[in-house]
Nanobody, 126 residues
Framework: QLQLVESGGGLVQPGGSLRLSCAAS????????IGWFRQAPGKEREGVSC????????YYVDSVKGRFTISRDNAKNTAYLQMSSLKPEDTAVYYCAARGPTYSYCSGYVGDFGSWGQGTQVTVSS
C-alpha cells in the first residue's frame, strides 16, 4: 500500500524557517515525481514545488522561488521542503504527493498526482 506521511509543520514567526518531511512507504520514491502542494482556508489547493524523478530537476511556483527548496533522499525514501523567509501568506495545510511510476514528470496539477499524504499545518504569524 502506497503511503505518504508529512511532518514538520507548526507555528513560526514571519521570517522564520521550517523543514517539511514526506516519508514514503510501500513504494520506492526514486521512480516518482514528488510534489508539494498547499491549501489555505477558502482557497484551492495549489502546487508549490516539484522534483522530477529522472534527474532531480526542481520546479517552484513564483511566490516561493528563492525561499523554498525541495529535495529528496532516496536512501531514506523521504522528500523534503525547506521553507525560509516565511510570510503570513504561506499559511496553509501542506501536502506531499507522488506521481508515477509510468509518468513521473512534474506537474502543478492536483489531478496528475495519484498518492497523497494527510497534510501538515503551517502557520506563519507573530
Amino acid at each position: 500500500q502506497l503511503q505518504l506521511v508529512e511532518s514538520g509543520g507548526g507555528l513560526v514567526q514571519p521570517g522564520g524557517s521550517l523543514r517539511l518531511s514526506c516519508a514514503a512507504s510501500g513504494f520506492t520514491l526514486d521512480y516518482y515525481a514528488i510534489g508539494w502542494f498547499r491549501q489555505a482556508p477558502g482557497k484551492e489547493r495549489e502546487g508549490v514545488s516539484c522534483i522530477r524523478s529522472s534527474d532531480g530537476r526542481t520546479y517552484y511556483v513564483d511566490s516561493v522561488k528563492g525561499r523554498f527548496t525541495i529535495s529528496r533522499d532516496n536512501a531514506k525514501n523521504t522528500a523534503y521542503l525547506q521553507m525560509s523567509s516565511l510570510k503570513p501568506e504561506d499559511t496553509a495545510v501542506y501536502y506531499c504527493a507522488a506521481r508515477g511510476p509510468t509518468y513521473s514528470y512534474c506537474s502543478g496539477y492536483v489531478g496528475d498526482f495519484g498518492s497523497w499524504g494527510q497534510g501538515t499545518q503551517v502557520t506563519v504569524s507573530s
